[in-house]
Each structure stands twice: as structure tokens, then as C-alpha cells.
């Protein structure tokens, strides 16, 4: 009898998720035929209000490193572990609304890639884009690999094949629908992983055997944001790096850039942020408490889905499931979108020279399918997802912070420091990281990348004009 109850459920769980799936391919193919132009594809026509682009926002950071990665440091290191997520990437979200907004807004930019392009020329825009590009590949194979660990768990499918499933559905609806698919799909998704996750909590507080679990997981010793064996450094290095790391990430300058004015952008960045702090609090609770309630995890990661198996009934668990899915496939298409908008509008379309929209469109396409097919691959070698977050985040993004601050800041500081720049933060990260294993690798080249921007900008100026013009304005 139990054996039925679970191929019940099982199915259930399968059949709202192949649902749900072809709800977003539904929508994709609705609005791929409103899309006339490059922008429209990449930018949804830059016409997001506030609600659609604080909950693009929102959704599109608040992924598997939440649900499945934070939690799952959270339950292994208690507060130490909720640093990176949800803490620091909702103040970088925050940070973004509240200082740039508005100035990248203003310079109307098609993708991230433009601002190094007008800031510091067409070399640095391509070496930027190489720097840029793996940084969204490797958090769209974060994604995927956690989808197939949630559909492998909630189901008989093997993860290997769960992790196909993936990547097909997710690239399919990308490849047609653009962004304004993205966003539309992020404000379902985002809606229902907020429900999710509220039943989640709420089903586990009304189970709880007393109020004695709550003090024993927010005990004195997990309430620490520093474990024994880390000291300040590192602890610096791993606020930095969600905070820093991500600032100036492509999937979130997209969004800001897409909104239909700089007030817009300004606002929807803040509320993004702080709507991802708000539900973050959810697995970031969950996940301090426990280890009280399932001791002995031996993956700290499959904390959220073992509490949902354990404490929902069927009807509830596939409405977690769902949540689970949104959150991940919210995500990865963003980041997808990222590196072949950048590939494509950046370095394929200005060798061909084409104006042709369509041409435009059938480019940035071809060039989302790859980079999910190389996402699907870096997955099925993967082990960690947080790791993987979080050298998403480190990776090359020392120089890229250091040139778009300081380029947005002053005028000083051309294309050779930037390059100079860029290449000093990567390579000191890579060799600090891997070929030292230091454990604030990422303090470190940021450091470096930064004094090495300032120093070399006193021997070049800027040359553009037209961006001190549009700089100015932004203040």
C-alpha cells in the first residue's frame, strides 16, 4: 500500500511538472512572434515597470544557491554559511538599485558589454566578453545541475537524465521567447516559489515538537559568521565575493537596462533586493534548525527537499517541487540569455556586419542554444552546486567590478589600464585559488586588480567623449 502512495505521488509529481514545462513553452511561443528586433529579443523592448522587473529581479537571482546551496551551508555551518546567500547577493542586488542603476540606464546599453566598449573601446569590449560569458555559463550549469537533483529526488527519473530534461526544456523556451519570455516566465515562477516556500515553513513550524528546536538550531555557536577554522580574510573574501562578484553581472545589468526608465530601474533594483532578503529568510531558517530535525545529512544540499518529503502530504509536496523548479529554471534561462546576447551582439554581429533584426535574432539564438549545450555538459561533471555559484561569481570578476566602478566613477583610465587591469585580477585569482588554494584568493586579486587600475590611470585618460557626455547626465 505505502508502495502505491509513492508511485502515486511520483506520477503526480512528473505530470505537474511536464505541466508546468510546457506552461513556459507556451508563452515563449506566444511571444516569439511579437519579437521584431534585437532589442525586443535581448532587451523585451526595454519597457519593464517596476513589478515585472523587480520580480525578474528577484527570481532570476534567488536560484539553486538559495534553495538547494544556502540551505544546505547553512545546515553544515550555521550563519557562517548564509553570508554568501541570502545575505550578501541581496544587499549586491540592493547596491545596484540604490548607486547604478540609474547611470547604466542612462547610457542606453544593449548588454554590459557596450558599457566597456564606449567606456574603454572595442578591444577591452571583447576581452570583457570573454571574461563574462563563462561566469553565466557556469551559474546556468549551477542551475541545471540542480534540477536534476530535485527531479531525480521527487521522482524514479536518474539525475543524469533529469539534468538532460533540463537543459532541453530550459534552452527550447529561451531560444524562442528572448527575455520578455524570461520575464513574464520569472513573474510565474517567482509567484510560486514564494508560495512554496511560505507552505514549506509554515507546515514545519506547525509540526514542530516544541520551541526548544528553534534554540537548539540558533544555538550560540551557529549564530557565528566566522567557523573555527576560517580567519578574518577569509571571511572577508566570502562576503566579497557575492557582494563584488556579482555587482556587475550580466544577467543583472540586463534587467536594469530593460527597464522602461532609470526611475524605473533605480526602484526595481532596490525591491528586487529586498524581496530577496525577505524570502530568503525562509531557507536560511530551515536551514538552521535543521540539523535538529534531520540529523546526520550526509549532502547538506538535499536539506529543503528531504524537510518537504518528510512534513508535506502529497498535494502540498508537488506545490514545493514546483516552487523548487521555478527557482532554478528562473535562472538559468537568464543566464543563458546573458552570454549569447554577449556573444552575439558583441562579437559575432559587429565581424558580420549585418543591420538586418532578423539576422540579429537568428544570432543571438543559435548562440543561447550553444552555451546551454555547453551548460548541460559542465553539469554532468559538476558535484557542487553552491561551488559552483560561487566560482560563477569569482570568476574574472575582480577586474571587471574594478574597470565598471571606476569607469562609471572618474574619467581617467583608458583602454591599457583596463586591459592591464582585467588580466591582473583573473590570472592572480586563478593562481592564487588553484594553484595555491588560498583561502581569500578573491580579496586578494580584487586588491591587486584595483591598485592596479589606479595606478595606471593617472598615465591615460579616457577618449571617448560621447561617454563623458552621457556620464554626466547620470548624475
Known amino acids: 500500500m505505502l508502495l502505491g502512495l509513492e508511485d502515486l505521488t511520483i506520477n503526480w509529481v512528473l505530470t505537474c511538472i511536464l505541466g508546468y514545462v510546457l506552461l513556459q513553452l507556451l508563452i515563449a511561443f506566444v511571444i516569439m512572434s511579437r519579437l521584431k528586433s534585437e532589442q525586443d529579443y535581448l532587451l523585451a523592448g526595454r519597457k519593464l515597470g517596476v513589478p515585472l522587473a523587480a520580480m525578474t529581479i528577484f527570481a532570476t537571482w534567488f536560484g539553486a544557491e538559495t534553495c538547494i546551496g544556502a540551505a544546505g551551508s547553512i545546515y553544515e555551518h550555521g550563519l557562517a554559511g548564509a553570508r554568501s546567500d541570502p545575505l550578501g547577493y541581496s544587499l549586491c542586488i540592493f547596491f545596484m538599485g540604490f548607486f547604478f542603476a540609474r547611470k547604466l540606464w542612462l547610457l542606453k546599453l544593449t548588454t554590459l558589454g557596450d558599457f566597456f566598449r564606449l567606456r574603454y573601446g572595442a ?110 580574510f577569509a571571511v572577508i573574501d566570502g562576503w566579497s565575493i557575492p557582494i563584488i562578484g556579482s555587482l556587475f553581472a550580466a544577467e543583472l545589468v540586463t534587467r536594469v537596462i530593460a527597464s522602461k526608465s532609470a526611475a524605473v530601474a533605480r526602484r526595481a533594483a532596490m525591491l528586487g533586493g529586498a524581496l530577496y532578503f525577505v524570502v530568503g529568510m525562509v531557507p536560511l531558517f530551515l536551514g538552521m534548525i535543521g540539523p535538529v530535525l534531520v540529523p546526520g545529512l550526509t549532502d547538506g544540499e538535499q536539506i529543503l527537499p528531504v524537510l518537504a518529503q518528510t512534513y508535506l502530504p502529497t498535494g502540498l509536496y508537488i506545490v514545493f517541487a514546483g516552487a523548487l523548479m521555478s527557482a532554478i529554471l528562473s535562472t538559468v534561462d537568464s543566464a543563458l540569455l546573458a552570454a549569447g546576447a554577449l556573444v ?75 586591459i592591464a587591469c582585467m588580466s591582473v585580477g583573473m590570472l592572480s585569482y586563478g593562481i592564487l585559488a588553484y594553484g595555491f588554494a588560498n583561502d581569500y584568493a578573491y580579496l586578494l586579486s580584487l586588491v591587486l586588480a584595483f591598485s592596479t587600475f589606479v595606478v595606471l590611470m593617472w598615465f591615460e585618460s579616457a577618449e571617448d567623449r560621447l561617454f563623458e557626455t552621457r556620464t554626466e547626465q547620470a548624475y
Not at 520569472?186 to 510560486?192: K, L, N, Y
Not at 553539469?379 to 560563477?392: H, I, M, N, Q, T
Open 123 to 232: 578591444g577591452v569590449e571583447k576581452v570583457a566578453v570573454l571574461l563574462l560569458v563563462p561566469a553565466s555559463v557556469i551559474w546556468a550549469a549551477a542551475q541545471i545541475l540542480a534540477f536534476g537533483q530535485v527531479l531525480s529526488a521527487s521522482s524514479t527519473l536518474a539525475v543524469d537524465i533529469s539534468i538532460a530534461f533540463a537543459a532541453a526544456i530550459v534552452i527550447a523556451y529561451t531560444v524562442l521567447g528572448g527575455l520578455l519570455a524570461d520575464v513574464v516566465s520569472d513573474f510565474i515562477q517567482g509567484g510560486v516559489l514564494i508560495v512554496g516556500l511560505l507552505i514549506l515553513l509554515v507546515v514545519v513550524l506547525l509540526n514542530l515538537p516544541d520551541v526548544g528546536v528553534i534554540s537548539q538550531g540558533f544555538s550560540a555557536e551557529r549564530l557565528q559568521f566566522r567557523r573555527d577554522d576560517e580567519n578574518w
Open 344 to 418: 552575439s551582439h558583441n562579437l559575432i554581429m559587429p565581424l558580420l556586419r549585418t543591420e538586418g533584426e532578423r539576422y540579429k535574432i537568428r544570432v543571438a539564438r543559435i548562440s543561447v542554444c550553444f552555451f546551454g549545450i555547453v551548460a548541460y555538459f559542465m553539469a554532468l561533471e559538476a558535484d557542487s552546486v553552491l561551488g559552483l555559484v560561487e566560482e560563477a561569481s569569482a570568476f574574472g570578476s575582480a577586474g571587471i567590478f574594478t574597470c565598471a566602478l571606476l569607469g562609471l566613477a572618474q574619467q581617467r583610465g583608458g583602454k591599457y589600464t583596463a
